[in-house]
C-alpha cells in the first residue's frame, strides 16, 4: 500500500467534491440551474453560491486569512438566506467564479498552513471555537459532499442526470430504473398497507 500525504489527501476529496458541485450545472437553462425544487427553495446554482461562501468564512476569518472581496454576511440586515439563491442580476458565470476564486484562496491557506494549525470559527460556541486546520478540512469536505448530494437530487428531478462527472453517473449497468422505482414504490405501498 502506497503512504500518501494526508493533507494532499483531503485536499483532493474536497476537489473532487467542489467539481462535482459545479459540473450539476453543466448544460442546464438559466431557468432549470436557479428553480427551487424543494419546500426550502433548494436550487443548483444557490448551492454553489452558498458553498462559495462557507468555505470562505472556513478557511478565511477562522485563520485570519480573510477572503479578499466583501461578505455579504458583513451586514448586520442582511437577509439570513443571501448565500442560498442567486438573483436575477447575478449571473450562473460570476457566482461559479466566486466559487473558483474561493478554491483558490483555500487552497492557498491550506497550503500555507500545517493540518495542525489553530483557528477560530468566530460563529462556533465558544467551547468549539478553536479549530485546527485539519478539522476545518472534514468539516468543509463534509459540508461540500452534504450539498453534493443535494445537487444530485436536484439535477435528477431537473433532467434526470445523475453521477459524480458527465463519465460517471455512479449507478450499476443495465438496470431499468423505471421497472427498479416501480418495485420500491410497490414495496412501499405493501409495507404502508400492513401497518394500517
Known sequence: ???????????????????????????????????????????????????????????????????PEPDPFDDPDVDPTVDMWAAAEESREDIVALYRRVWSHSDATIAALPLDAAGRVPHWPAEHATVSLHRILVHVIAETDRHAGHADIVRELVDGVTGLRADNDNLP????????????????????ARTE
Not at 26 to 52: F, I
Open 173 to 192: 449497468p443495465g438496470v431499468s430504473w423505471t421497472a427498479h422505482r416501480d418495485r420500491v414504490e410497490a414495496a412501499a405501498r405493501e409495507a404502508a
Open 1 to 67: 500500500m502506497a503512504i500518501t500525504d494526508p493533507k494532499n489527501d483531503l485536499q483532493r476529496y474536497l476537489q473532487v467534491a467542489r467539481d462535482a458541485v459545479v459540473w450539476k450545472l453543466d448544460g442546464l437553462a438559466e431557468y432549470d440551474a436557479r428553480r427551487p425544487l424543494t419546500p426550502t427553495g433548494t436550487n443548483l446554482l444557490g448551492l454553489v453560491k452558498h458553498l462559495a461562501w462557507v468555505e470562505a468564512g472556513y478557511f478565511g476569518v477562522t485563520f485570519g486569512r480573510p477572503f
